[in-house]
């Protein structure tokens, strides 16, 4: 599964890195915060084992602690790929002969298509949703399946792409294409982060 970090966490995960192992004092020096608002952070992400504790003894005096990332820590921290993300999608947006653009975005929809279509087996609308955010979270996104109206909605509480959507909306409307192939029926992006909304819903018409 993978990890969902802000930024904020990437920052305090680079910044561990930048110093190789540090004590709570340190980074509080280093960050310019708290030691509670340090301690809070180096505890989920220890419970995400991206840092771990190392006991340091000085003498005879109460042994202190030192942290540092993890291998799993050091591989999340460069896992970070939306430059990359954005530059392909930029180039592949500027492809000049139509044919060869649209065939290309056909296979990349297919393809996101391809990561889920064999788990979204279910007889209605409600149960294909509820399976495709079972699969989209093993994945780590933040989704959910909202049951309480007469339609359901799937909800996207925090945007996938991030600065990719910012900067073009193509890639709100390749979403839209790949939830109503995925789930076999008419789909409307009825809110979008892109467009200010806290989340991203998509509801059968």
């Known amino acids: 599964m993978r990890t969902v970090l802000d930024t904020n966490d990437r920052q305090f995960l680079g910044q561990l890195h ?14 310019g915060v708290t030691a509670t608002a340090v301690r809070q952070r180096l505890t989920r992400l220890q419970a995400l084992d991206l840092i771990e504790r190392d006991v340091v003894r000085n003498g005879r005096g109460r042994p202190s602690h030192a942290y540092r990332l993890t291998q799993a820590g050091r591989k999340e921290l460069g896992d970070n790929y939306s430059d990359l993300a954005l530059t392909l999608w930029q180039e ?19 393809s996101f298509v391809a990561q889920y279509q064999h788990v979204v087996q279910g007889e209605t609308i409600t149960d294909r949703m509820q399976q495709l955010q079972g699969a989209m979270a093993e994945r780590g996104f933040a989704v959910e399946v909202d049951t309480s109206g007469s339609l359901p909605i799937l909800r996207e509480t925090s945007c996938p792409y991030g600065e990719l959507a910012e900067s073009d909306s193509w890639i709100c409307e390749l979403e839209e294409d790949v939830m109503r192939t995925l789930l076999g029926s008419e789909v409307q992006l009825v809110r979008c982060c892109r467009d200010g909304d806290a989340c991203c819903e998509f509801q059968p018409t």
Do not use: P, S
């Not at 930048?18 to 960050?31: F, Y």
């Not at 592949?92 to 297919?110: A, Y």
């Open 92 to 110: 592949l947006r500027h492809i000049k002969d139509e044919g060869i653009r649209e065939q290309v975005f056909g296979r990349v929809r297919d």
């Open 18 to 31: 930048r110093l190789e192992t540090a004590t709570v004092q340190t980074l509080c020096k280093d960050q």
